[in-house]
């Protein structure tokens, strides 16, 4: 399970690369990506964080290995980054509410750790178990912050550097939030590279 994750990762952090060297050509493979990313984390979490395989969950020794701790971290945590990667995604793409879903993803996922480094001083939890969310929120959250800190114009040069038009018109659109004309013109220009 985790290499299955370990390769979507790297793949993914390829076409980003690829994204901002070539343009929108990649729009297509990247947002794939993302959400296949995403959908791994919300229905695999539980499997990828526990280290087991759907055909060890049918043993009743290994059920009896799990306590409600394991079993509701790891599946809130996969919903956690499944949300965090749709985010990214936003961001990258320059959808709507961009920002907020960034700025929720940060608090949840800081939130998060927060409360698993309280659940461990008193319960004392596997050190490894919980290891492997401190790695995943801390970079997660990392980029989220990063990409929330970049001013918004900024990220609209760096990713459509070849598309001045559609940087006109979210600029406008941004100034203008209530037209509707501002939103056609975005529209029209975010079909383009679509």
Request: glycine content about 4%; charged content about 20%.
């Amino acid at each position: 399970m985790k290499r299955i994750e370990l390769i979507a990762i790297l793949i993914t952090g390829i076409l980003i690369i690829l994204r901002l060297i070539f343009g929108t050509f990649f729009n297509a493979s990247l947002m794939i990506m993302l959400v296949l990313l995403s959908i791994y984390y919300l229905w695999f979490g539980f499997f990828l964080f526990n280290n087991i395989s759907h055909d060890q969950l049918l043993s009743r020794n290994v059920r009896n290995k799990f306590n409600i701790f394991n079993i509701s971290s790891s599946i809130i945590m996969g919903v956690v980054y499944s949300f965090t990667i749709i985010s990214i995604m936003f961001a990258l793409f320059f959808y709507s509410r961009m920002n907020l879903m960034l700025g929720f993803s940060f608090f949840i996922i800081f939130l998060s750790l927060v409360f698993s480094v309280i659940y461990d001083k008193y319960y004392h939890v596997d050190r490894n178990y919980l290891s492997q969310f401190y790695i995943r929120s801390a970079t997660y959250g990392i980029i989220c912050l990063f990409l929330l800190l970049t001013p918004v114009e900024k990220r609209a040069e760096v990713l459509f550097h070849d598309h001045p038009e559609f940087i006109e018109a979210y600029k406008n659109y941004r100034e203008n939030p209530e037209d509707p004309e501002a939103e056609e013109e975005l529209r029209k220009q975010r079909n383009r590279f679509r």
